[in-house]
């Protein structure tokens, strides 16, 4: 079935570092691809998305570009903030079965220090 | 816009009893709504899909006697955790997808489930 793979958390980094998440996919459709984010205390809020190859979504300085060739879906931004510090999921949703569904990645905690 | 509720937002129940956890939304009309379970440090898992008007279609290893989903209108559904037992202690997301939208979810802020 389909599959999200992050890469492993956490991450600790100071404020204006770059940062990059690690996301790959596994589908056998053709899948839309999400980035959510969960502030402490709250629910997923949808971050970015793309829906076909080589799109780039982007959103609050945070961009991923949709490689079908990689099949990844990685997350960056170039100068992170203190109030960035988050839990971040990848995800993906083949609409063209119908399935509907979101399948997320195991999620990547971020702290960013001041 | 696009805001969805979960009402209650923590609940502390007795082993053997059973908890209903309310999901709204609020200013649209949502024709699916998805039910999830997050344990702590990991992701969210789909336990059902639920429809406006039919029956939930629930995940495999998900016990539907267990976790009754009833969905009465387009902005409401409900999620009860009958005979509740420590092991059903979890964090519980729900979320609406816009009726005629491009499948878009909006997830409400979760129900934090404490079984005793």
């Known amino acids: 079935g389909d599959s999200v793979t992050q890469m492993e958390g956490p991450v600790t980094l100071s404020e204006e570092a770059f940062l990059t998440i690690n996301c790959t996919y596994t589908?056998?459709?053709?899948?839309?691809l999400f980035w959510y984010v969960q502030y402490p205390g709250e629910g997923l809020q949808l971050l970015l998305k793309a829906t076909k190859a080589d799109d780039k979504g982007s959103n609050k300085g945070f961009e991923a570009t949709y490689r079908k060739e990689t099949t990844s879906f990685h997350l960056e931004k170039g100068s992170v903030q203190v109030s960035d510090s988050a839990v971040y999921f990848c995800a993906l949703s083949d609409l063209r079965s119908g399935a509907q569904k979101l399948v997320f990645g195991q999620g990547t905690r971020l702290t960013i220090n001041p | 816009g696009a805001v969805v509720s979960q009402h209650p937002s923590r609940v502390i129940c007795k082993s053997g009893t059973s908890v209903k956890i309310e999901c709204r939304s609020l200013d649209f009309q949502a024709t699916t709504m998805f039910w999830y379970r997050q344990f702590p440090k990991q992701s969210l898992m789909l336990m059902a899909t639920s429809n406006e008007g039919s029956k939930a279609t629930y995940e495999q290893g998900v016990e539907k006697d267990k976790f009754l989903i009833n969905h009465a209108s387009l902005t409401l559904s409900t999620l009860t955790v009958t005979s509740a037992h420590p092991e059903d202690s979890s964090f519980y997301i729900c979320s609406a997808q816009l009726a005629g939208s491009s499948y878009e979810q909006y997830f409400g802020p979760g129900t934090r489930l404490t079984v005793t």
């Open positions: 589908a056998t459709g053709y899948p839309s």
